[in-house]
C-alpha cells in the first residue's frame, strides 16, 4: 500500500478512541478499500485520518425512544435545522417512514431524528458544503466515499464552473 503525503495516519486503536468508530466498521472499511491503511510487521494498521467517517458511528438503534413518535414534516425542519424539502425527499425514498398523512404529514421521530445525525456528521465533515455529496447510499445507509480525493477534486471543479457560469452571465 503506498502512501500519500497529504494523510496523516494513525494507529487503529486512536482512530477508535478518538472518532469513537467501532473496530469492525474500520476493519470493514480497509477491506472494502473505501480506508486508506498499512499494516504494520506486528499486524496492527495505520489508518487515513482525514478518511475516517464519523457517521458510521451513528446506528438506527441509538434513536429506538423515538420509534412511532409522530412529527409533522414542519416541527421536523424547526426540530432538527434541516430543510422541509430534504425530509421530504428522504421520506420518499424510504429512509423515513411515513406514519399518517392528511392536512399534515407525520414522519417518525426516530428516522428523523437518524437521518438528521447522520447529515449534521456529514455537514460537519464538508464544512458546511453539502452541494454534491451524498449523505445515504440507495439503502439508507450514511454513505462512504470511496476515494475522498478524487471527490474533493469533482466538488472543487463544480464549484469552479458555478462560479466562472455566474460571472460571465
Same mark, same amino acid.
Given at each position: ?8 495516519? &494513525?494507529?487503529?486503536? =486512536?482512530?477508535? !478512541? $478518538? %472518532?469513537g468508530? @467501532?473496530?469492525?466498521?474500520l476493519?470493514?472499511?480497509? +477491506?472494502? #478499500?473505501?480506508l ?24 438506527r ?9 409522530? &412529527?409533522?414534516?414542519? =416541527?421536523?425542519? !424547526? $426540530? %432538527?435545522?434541516? @430543510? ?7 421520506? +420518499?425514498? #424510504? ?26 456528521e ?27 480525493e ?18 460571465t452571465?
Amino acid at each position: 500500500m503506498t502512501f500519500s503525503h497529504s494523510n496523516t495516519y &494513525i494507529p487503529l486503536p =486512536e482512530a477508535i !478512541r $478518538k %472518532y469513537g468508530v @467501532s473496530r469492525d466498521a474500520l476493519l470493514e472499511r480497509i +477491506k472494502s #478499500g473505501k480506508l486508506t491503511a498499512a499494516k504494520l510487521p506486528d499486524g496492527e494498521f495505520l489508518v487515513a485520518e482525514s478518511e475516517i467517517d464519523t457517521s458510521l458511528n451513528i446506528k438506527r438503534e441509538d434513536f429506538a425512544h423515538l420509534r412511532g413518535r409522530k &412529527i409533522s414534516m414542519s =416541527e421536523s425542519s !424547526r $426540530k %432538527y435545522g434541516i @430543510s422541509q424539502p430534504t425530509f421530504s425527499r428522504w421520506a +420518499k425514498l #424510504g429512509f423515513i417512514k411515513v406514519l399518517e398523512r392528511g392536512w399534515k404529514v407525520y414522519l417518525d421521530e426516530a428516522d428523523v431524528a437518524y437521518c438528521a445525525a447522520v447529515y449534521q456528521e456529514k455537514y460537519k465533515l464538508y464544512n458546511g458544503r453539502m452541494m454534491g455529496v451524498s449523505v445515504f447510499d440507495k439503502n439508507g445507509n450514511p454513505y462512504q466515499v470511496k476515494y475522498k480525493e478524487v471527490a474533493a477534486n469533482l466538488r472543487k471543479e463544480r464549484r469552479e464552473k458555478r462560479r466562472t457560469e455566474k460571472v460571465t452571465d
